[in-house]
């Protein structure tokens, strides 16, 4: 898989953007990789699989066509061994907020910009957003805003976006499941302290990744606090420590400059409300002969469209990236004409599939 890092300023050109890497962006890579599009891809979260990876990855599946039982993250991984011929580059750990229309009705051209200034200039985009934005749940805790946002790894942050920035701080990670725990095991080594701080001694952890950091506790690497953070104590962004109260109720106080909460995760439409497809309930209507939206050139694959009929299943995301693919072959090669052809029989496909 090519993870690209982001780099601001420069632009991407591109046949085919696709927003989202959840089982229907990833499927629509193959479809369209059949057809000689390439595609870049664009994900908020750090890793692919969208729902499937992130909501359930050990769960079993039992209605994907073909295989009577396989996981979330199995299928995940399925997909990208499928995908693996054509290529696809992707920019995690980014969201698309802003789609510029440049081209015409007929000869579509766009420009999208992420969070983390990358810059894509493509002639057609696939929104596979599915519920939308993964976006952090918050504590509720007085004046938490004041310190978000700082880029040198001070104050508060609901993601790790590179662990470099963590090194050497004072760190009080908040929480009680694999977020929490897998960030504290590996940011233990890099930071100057690494305190977990949760409400009560059960985790929900993986228990390996549990008792690797009681290990740690019990050889004095790391401190383990049980109790709630009430408030916090800076100055301007700065942060200095954190006021917490155990279940006793008595007060106590955690020294550190960096807060890492990791309370879980809600899905949130985000900026895709504000561009312009006609949204009906959160959801963008899109036509079912080519899953296309409102603006000619941008299609709606998975979760994310609606239409009379539509079922939130894996499976019917799958049906559409097909048909999508065909239209958008359409824009990327107006002079081509598309023959149908089976992947059974196909020599040209199995080419591009690295069998034949
Ligand atoms: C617990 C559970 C069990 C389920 N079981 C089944 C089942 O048995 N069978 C079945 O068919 N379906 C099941 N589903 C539903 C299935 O997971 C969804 O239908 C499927 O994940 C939709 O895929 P998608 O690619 O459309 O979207 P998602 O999987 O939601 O992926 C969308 C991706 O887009 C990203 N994104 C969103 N906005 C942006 C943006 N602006 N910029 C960049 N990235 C963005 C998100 O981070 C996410 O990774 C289940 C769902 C849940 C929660």
Known sequence: MTIAAAIEGETIVTDALIIGAGPCGLFAVFELGLLDIKAHLVDILPKVGGQCAELYPEKPIYDIPGFPLVTGQGLVDNLMEQIKPFGATFHL???????????SA??????????????????????????????????????????????????????????????????LIVGGGDSALDWTLNLQPIAKRVTLMHRRDDFRAAPHSVEQMRALVASGAMDLRLGQV???????????????????????????????????????????????????????????????????????????????????????????????????????????????????????????????
């Open 93 to 103: 750990n980014q969201m698309i907020e802003q789609i510029e229309v440049l081209g």
């Open 106 to 171: 007929e000869a579509p051209r766009f420009r999208l910009r992420t969070d983390a200034g990358t810059v894509f200039e493509t002639k057609t985009v696939l929104i596979a957003a599915g519920g939308g934005s993964f976006l952090p749940k918050k504590p509720p805790i007085p004046g938490i805003e004041a310190y978000e946002g700082r880029s040198d790894g001070g104050g508060v942050h609901y993601a790790v976006r590179k662990m470099e920035t963590f090194r050497d701080r004072e760190i």
């Open 230 to 356: 009430m408030g916090l104590k800076g100055e301007g962004n700065e942060l200095h420590g954190a006021i917490c109260r155990d279940n006793a109720g008595t007060e106590f106080e955690i020294a550190c400059g960096t807060m890492l909460p990791f309370f879980g995760l809600t899905m949130k439409l985000g900026p895709i409300a504000d561009w312009g497809l006609n949204l009906h309930e959160n959801l963008i209507p899109a036509d079912t002969e080519k899953f296309e939206t409102n603006v000619p050139g941008i299609f709606a694959i998975g979760d994310i469209n609606t239409y009379p009929g539509k079922l939130k299943l894996i499976l019917s995301g799958f049906h559409e990236a097909a048909l999508a693919a065909q239209k958008v072959h359409r824009y990327v090669y107006p002079e081509k004409r598309l023959t149908f052809q089976y992947t059974t029989s196909s020599s040209a496909l199995q080419k591009k599939l690295g069998v034949a």
